[in-house]
């Protein structure tokens, strides 16, 4: 069974780009959520979709935002990149909207850097 | 909110050694505790859970228990593996609707 795949691996960028990540789930996952890990900062929660719907996201202006398709794959977009936007971008998918006993199932994650 | 503080890294061993990182947690209610691992140019992967009090999780000779007296959930092993290099973030799920709240991570370091 293929894990949860995101893409691209790598990304770099300059300051005012906009960037888009991709991420596809685990088959039947209907949930997906996106991280980001900068460095010393551990993982810090963006934005959660289930059923297509955006249903939470965390404390990160709006130029942080994102869709989930009908095939439950999901991208991110961060609009007028910014120096401190440089972090490891990890997608996670769920089953049942993560209402279950909670695991999460990540990626390798995208590793974005704006220079 | 929700919180999770674990111990800062990097923490650095000989192999065989004892190891033990410590996680302690803020929350209300009953959250699910979790132990993710993230080896070098990977993504994280679940190393073990418990989900309610005085449960023990355990996985690959790793062990932690859900005290809900301390609030903690402390990653023991009784000897680790250079293979066990990798960094360990302790996260909880409460009743808020954002999936899984982390730790910062502790780096574990093992030397042969």
């Known amino acids: 069974e293929a894990g949860v795949t995101q893409s691209p691996t790598h990304l770099i960028k300059t300051r005012g780009q906009q960037a888009t990540l991709r991420c596809s789930p685990i088959?039947?996952?209907?949930?997906v959520y996106w991280y980001q890990q900068a460095l010393g900062l551990g993982l810090q929660f963006l934005l959660w979709?289930?059923?297509?719907?955006?249903?939470n996201r965390g404390n990160f202006p709006p130029r942080f935002s994102g869709r989930q398709f009908p095939n439950y794959s999901s991208e991110l977009n961060v609009n007028a990149l910014e120096l401190e936007d440089s972090a490891l971008y990890l997608c996670?998918?769920?089953?049942?909207?993560?209402?279950?006993?909670?695991?999460?199932?990540f990626g390798e994650g995208s590793r974005l850097t704006v220079l | 909110g929700d919180s999770v503080t674990q111990m800062e890294g990097p923490v650095t061993l000989s192999e065989e050694a004892f190891l033990t990182i410590n996680c302690t947690y803020t929350?209300?209610?009953?959250?699910?505790l979790f132990w993710y691992v993230q080896y070098p140019g990977e993504g994280l992967q679940l190393l073990l859970k418990?989900?309610?009090?005085?449960d023990k999780g355990s996985n690959k000779g790793f062990e932690a228990t859900y005290r809900k007296e301390t609030t903690s959930f402390h990653l023991e092993k009784g000897s680790v593996q250079v293979s066990d290099s990798a960094v360990y973030f302790c996260a909880l799920r409460g009743g808020g609707a954002d999936g899984l709240t982390f730790g910062k991570g502790t780096h574990l370091i093992i030397q042969p």
């Open positions: 979709y289930d059923e297509g719907e955006e249903r």
């Open positions: 418990a989900t309610k009090a005085d």
């Open positions: 929350a209300t209610g009953y959250p699910s």
């Open positions: 996670a998918s769920s089953s049942f909207g993560g209402l279950d006993t909670g695991e999460l199932f």
């Open positions: 088959s039947g996952h209907t949930s």
